[in-house]
């Protein structure tokens, strides 16, 4: 089985432009969730999607937005991009039907994004 | 506000030697995770723990889950170069799909 997949696995940008980041879960996977992983910061929990409605959010600004498709595939969007943007972005799938059961979660390689 | 601190950040040992990375928190978890995180890759799960007091080993690395469920170890018996990455706790309160990380105990295993 194929794991998650993330494109493009690096981008570079400049202040005031927007991003779009896609994740690609694993085939059955109805959950993904984002994630930015900072130096300073660690890894923050961005947003979570399952069957296309965002169920769980974060701590950030408005800027960063997402969605969910039909066939579960995912996006990220980060508008007016700051410097302190800069960061590798992680989307992890899961089946999203925890059940009362911990729900593993898969996390693809990443997209490491620089805004100069 | 860190909700999970892990210690220590950087851990740099030779191989055969044995560690211990901690993570703690004031708030109490339903779950914790950990992580391996290697470079150029996303995080990868090494474990689950639910309830409090838990231990569960995996060859040789052994996990434990504080009683009070706000607090976990991991221990490395024989370290290997293999075992070099960023080691992450992550914990649910509620939703597992909301998970909060520690930085991380980036460790080094010198052959």
């Known amino acids: 089985k194929a794991g998650v997949t993330q494109t493009p696995r690096y981008l570079i940008k400049t202040r005031g432009q927007q991003v779009t980041l896609s994740c690609s879960p694993i085939?059955?996977?109805?959950?993904v969730s984002w994630y930015q992983q900072t130096p300073g910061q660690g890894l923050q929990f961005l947003f979570e999607?399952?069957?296309?409605?965002?169920?769980n959010k974060g701590n950030f600004p408005g800027r960063f937005s997402g969605r969910q498709f039909s066939n579960s595939r995912s996006e990220m969007n980060v508008s007016t991009l700051e410097l302190g943007d800069s960061a590798l972005y992680l989307c992890?799938?899961?089946?999203?039907?925890?059940?009362?059961?911990?729900?593993?979660?898969?996390f693809g390689p990443g997209t490491r994004l620089t805004v100069l | 506000t860190q909700l999970l601190e892990q210690s220590p950040q950087f851990l740099s040992i030779q191989e055969g030697e044995n560690l211990t990375v901690y993570c703690n928190s004031s708030?109490?978890?339903?779950?914790l995770q950990w992580y391996r995180q290697e470079p150029g890759e996303g995080p990868v799960l090494l474990v689950t723990v639910v309830t409090g007091g838990e231990v569960k080993k995996l060859k040789r690395l052994t996990f434990q889950f504080g009683d009070a469920r706000k607090d976990s170890s991991l221990h490395i018996t024989a370290a290997q170069p293999g075992d070099t990455g960023l080691y992450l706790c992550?914990?649910?309160?509620?939703?597992?799909?909301?998970?909060?990380f520690g930085k991380g105990t980036l460790l080094t295993v010198n052959p």
């Open positions: 992890a799938s899961s089946t999203g039907l925890a059940g009362g059961v911990v729900d593993t979660q898969y």
């Open positions: 992550a914990g649910a309160r509620g939703s597992n799909y909301k998970l909060t």
């Open positions: 708030s109490v978890f339903s779950s």
């Open positions: 999607y399952f069957s296309e409605t965002q169920r």
């Open positions: 085939s059955g996977h109805r959950s």
